[in-house]
């Protein structure tokens, strides 16, 4: 079994390939590229390949410092150096790279070193050649991984980890204060990973010790090809899940140990010691790869934080305005009927009570989007379904809204035969005047705007159709979220921008559809879909 206190096999000696040795010039010829290569990469490759073996006791900095010291002496036949460093910033961290400058095609003149007998268990990262090969695959894949959310990276770094590994899982655990555990954020998809999660082994408490734990608290990585007999390990790991060899690094985010990077195999002897560098090089860009899907997450956090305040103010504006107008109006209207010279006028009188009670009805709409709006996004929005005469509906709403516009002409074109929708009445209803009242503002120059209906199958199919100037596509994509409002002639458009979105949350709660179609200059489209009611129900009286 090997020792739970692996840093004295965790150094660097110089060594130096023969001079007849392919391997060494082949690797040194596969990283002549324009590519720069980061330090632990470059350090497995080159230990791989015979220029240094194993010796210790070196702390990780005095590696380090070692490894650049004689990375700086390695020259080609003629004497140039091979490689040329650079410190690059990414994100918080300082990151030593490399890239070679010379072709390896003749023998690096180093002081001559025995050189490490190649490990012959385990199948691992593989022997030399093919070790060099296989880590640069691996941390190819690890900088190719998108920076989305920390859990998606994590999931899909330890998946190329054990691919390459063949292991049998490979964990990326970090310590979570809250619980004071070690919790799995990534896991490689694999019948070990799942078997993990189903017994509840992804979350290690720091209380209970074992490997991980330890690997965590001391910083030292840690290999062991014959678990089953390690008395420091949990029970669980040996024999729920049936761990025989495993490799553990620590997992450092920034510059922050936050966890272990972890790889098991069911099968003893399964990882090599020349496995460990190249795994705690692996470990070092899982890290790196934490660190950008938490910036990601953040920025993205922030992003949503000031969209969030941007919404709250956009919303305060919007309601004082579409509130405070019909007030005014009405307050108006109130005051001219208590004028005296309005009593003896019953025509106007008539005039300022219609306005007064179109007003009311306003408000009550904006009041009723308002709560609407609340309901859908605490997902409260309930509809009653019953068989429901849609035709009358639409019937209703355009010689409704004809009346109140005069620059348009609202025309409907909807079969007599027109079945029965299965609906709530009230909602459906103020989904047509929500759709009327966007068609009638976005044409602001007038037109025609139509209704149509047909039945689908077993759907009744309705578009509302203006011929106002159109949704630019970029505008288009976003008409159906929450406050947008789509900007008229570079002025702020009036309205909550609540219309639409109320209104595909009432339809899709039909388990219906709806969607827009537009045209710059030639106007928009409305479409939405609702079920059509079954003969059964039609039996009951139509709402």
Request: hydrophobic share 45%; aromatic share 4%; charged share 20%.
């Amino acid at each position: 079994m090997s020792s739970p206190h692996p840093a004295a096999e965790s150094g660097h000696r110089v060594g130096r390939a023969s001079d007849d040795s392919a391997t060494t010039r082949r690797f040194l010829q596969a990283t002549a590229s324009e590519q720069w290569v980061p330090l632990p990469e470059l350090v497995a490759g080159l230990t791989q390949a015979g220029y240094w073996e194993l010796v210790g006791p070196l702390t990780a900095d005095q590696q380090a410092a070692h490894v650049r010291e004689q990375l700086a002496t390695l020259r080609d036949g003629e004497g140039h150096p091979l490689f040329e460093r650079l410190d690059v910033r990414l994100d918080s961290t300082t990151m030593t790279v490399y890239k070679q400058v010379r072709p390896a095609t003749r023998p690096v003149a180093t002081p001559e070193q025995p050189r490490a007998a190649p490990a012959a268990e385990g199948r691992g990262l593989g022997g030399s050649e093919a070790q060099a090969v296989r880590m640069y695959e691996v941390l190819q894949a690890l900088l190719a991984i998108p920076a989305t959310d920390l859990s998606t990276a994590l999931n899909a770094a330890t998946q190329r980890i054990a691919e390459s590994l063949g292991a049998d899982k490979v964990d990326a655990l970090l310590f979570d204060p809250a619980t004071d555990s070690l919790v799995a954020l990534g896991t490689s998809d694999t019948p070990m990973g799942r078997q993990q999660h189903a017994l509840g082994l992804n979350r290690l408490p720091v209380a209970q010790d074992g490997r991980a734990v330890m690997t965590f608290q001391s910083g030292i990585p840690f290999r062991d090809n014959h678990v089953d007999q390690d008395p420091y390990e949990l029970d669980g790991i040996k024999h729920a899940l049936g761990v025989r060899s495993h490799l553990l690094a620590p997992l450092v985010v920034g510059e922050e140990r936050r966890g272990v990077l972890l790889a098991c195999s069911a099968q003893p002897n399964a990882f090599a010691d020349s496995d460990l560098p190249g795994f705690v090089a692996i470990a070092h860009w899982v890290g790196t790869v934490a660190q950008k899907a938490e910036l990601a997450e953040a920025m993205a956090a922030q992003q949503r934080q000031v969209e969030a305040e941007r919404l709250r103010r956009q919303l305060l504006a919007g309601v004082s305005h579409e509130l405070l107008t019909p007030v005014a109006i009405i307050k108006g209207h109130a005051d001219t009927l208590h004028s005296r010279a309005i009593r003896h006028h019953d025509d106007l009188a008539e005039a300022a009570l219609l306005a007064i009670n179109d007003e009311v009805d306003r408000l009550q709409r904006i009041i009723a989007n308002l709560l609407d709006a609340a309901r859908v996004g605490s997902g409260q929005l309930e509809v009653t379904l019953v068989p429901v005469d849609l035709h009358a509906i639409i019937t209703r709403g355009v010689q409704r809204f004809q009346g109140r516009t005069a620059r348009h002409q609202l025309v409907f074109d909807v079969p007599d035969a027109l079945p029965a929708v299965l609906g709530d009445r009230e909602y459906l209803t103020s989904v047509l005047y929500n759709l009327l009242t966007n068609a009638i503002k976005y044409a602001p120059r007038g037109g025609t705007i139509t209704v149509r209906a047909q039945v689908q199958d077993a759907m009744v199919a309705c578009v509302v159709a203006d011929e106002g100037r159109g949704i630019a596509p970029e505008q288009l994509a976003r008409i159906f979220e929450p406050y947008y409002r789509v900007p008229q002639s570079g002025a702020q458009a009036d309205g909550l921008g609540l219309g639409l979105y109320i209104s595909r949350a009432i339809i899709e709660a039909h388990d219906g559809r709806m969607w827009a179609e537009s045209q710059l200059g030639q106007g928009t489209q409305i479409h939405f879909t609702v079920p059509a009611a079954s003969e059964a129900l039609l039996e009951d009286e139509l709402v």
